[in-house]
């Protein structure tokens, strides 16, 4: 019987949790492009440093959750990944040379890659346990974005692109508290601690690797718009105030799905059905990007986010929360992020660095033919996975 997923204790610091660390995301996502251009770099090198970052993520994604599992303290590792970040993103604004700064990149690459999955893993267990509804629990991250990025927006425009960065250290600061008190933490059902033969079984199941192939295809596909949408909005004129409410908005959509419909939508679509929906999404999303919308019509593009995020990110949620065994549960989640946020971002970030400099808003299409490509693997999935069953 699932209780009230705010007024009870774990709901509110699972909820917490999500708050700091998408407060840091929100200013990451919309504006560090911002920094990288404003201390020196082209939008050439801007992507190629970001797409670079991505690469480590790979690696973090896949070692970093491994490593919590491992131990069986998923809550120290992520207050220890969230104290490195604020490490890291601090001393950016002494960095004076273009090799270090990239050094600082792929270090800042481990953080967030390293943060998310077990975040997700712990919110899970605690979901679980304390018998409250997930979505909207993770809904409180999306809004810490949204207010984020608009209240990182209206900074910047008033006293530089610094305050971006300061931010993201106040953020990952405050994750660290929060990381290391956790309610989902704790042994995972005195089970023993997985094996490198437990994860390489895991990706090589046939169902496991068509549903990182489909979830990581459809939400890879926002990489053009994170690494050069507000680049692109600038170069058509759109202020930096208005940047960040662009940014808002879609996580407002997002956040307003996750907490009233998040819960519904699972129940009546399924985890495979969501990603499916995520794709379909996207297909109509970055289709339109293509042309340079302005005005209102960047609006409703930017409502899409609601289903090619929060209905993709519920349905991995849900079909690692219902394939998975839960003592692999933080390690699945790094193989989910590390594919989402590190092969195909990177890929994708690479392509659209060679591609913008000359192609502009079409450089969309290479986040069309993902999402149909993400489309393509969803109905494979279905076909082969009934649900129900577990992958081990």
Known sequence: MLRNPVLQPAGIRTALTYAAIFAALGAHLPFWPLWLSDWGLSEAEIGTFTAAGMVIRVVAGLTVPALADRIDNRRLVLAVVAAFGALIFAVHGLLADKAVLLLATLCSGIVFAGM????????????????FAYAPARSLGSFAFLVASLGVGWLVGRFG??????????????TIWFGATHPGGGKVCQSTPPRLSDL?????????????????????????????????????????AVIGQLWAFGVAVETALMLFAGTW???????VGAIAISACAGIVRWGIMMTDPTGMALWVTQSL???TFAAGHLGGIAFIGA?????????AQGMFSSVIGGVLFAIAMAIAALVYP???????????????TGLVFALWLRRIWSGEQTLE
């Open 161 to 174: 692109i610094g305050v971006a960065q300061w931010w993201i250290v106040a953020s990952l600061a405050l």
């Open 116 to 131: 998310i999955p077990i975040a997700d893993a712990l919110g899970g267990a605690a979901a679980r346990t304390a018998g």
């Open 200 to 240: 390489g079984r895991l990706l090589s199941e046939k169902r496991f690797l068509v549903f990182l192939a489909a979830i990581g295809f459809a939400q890879s596909s926002h990489a053009v718009l994170y690494v050069y949408g507000s680049l692109h909005w600038r170069a058509l004129g759109v202020d930096e």
């Open 265 to 271: 939508l699972i129940a009546r679509f399924g985890a």
């Open 305 to 307: 986010h609601a289903l």
């Open 358 to 372: 000359y192609a502009g808003g079409a450089t969309y299409g290479v986040a069309l033919a993902m999402s149909l």
């Open 323 to 331: 394939a998975v065994p839960e003592r692999l549960a933080a390690s």
